[in-house]
């Protein structure tokens, strides 16, 4: 048998799902992934869940101890999600000891 030209694929030939990721990266890159995964079960994650880690990595770069308001506007979120995105910086702070305080482990 012949090998086929798959350049010569149709819109017509293919499923919806392969017409949609076609028509977002083009043909050559749909049958990349289909050699890829093909029979195999894949899932997506929606595009939030990918991009969360980098706007967390952000919100604690940019926190300052006081901010929660302001961050939770520049990033649509609430006070309490900044406050649970920055809790181990608040607990750090929050458990470090003050400049010039010794601590039990401390040496004179």
């Known amino acids: 048998m012949s090998k086929m030209n798959l350049q010569e694929l149709k819109k017509d030939d293919l499923p919806e799902i392969y017409c949609q990721i076609m028509n977002e990266i083009g043909l050559d890159n749909t049958i990349k992934i289909a050699k890829l995964f093909g029979g195999q079960y894949v899932y997506f994650h929606k595009a939030e869940s990918v991009e969360r880690p980098?706007?967390?990595?952000?919100?604690r770069e940019e926190f300052n101890g006081y901010n929660y308001d302001e961050l939770a506007k520049k990033y649509n979120l609430t006070g309490i999600m900044i406050r649970y995105i920055c809790d181990d910086i608040i607990d750090n702070r929050r458990n470090r000891p003050m400049d010039g305080q010794a601590t039990l482990f401390s040496k004179d």
């Open 54 to 59: 980098l706007r967390d990595r952000k919100i």
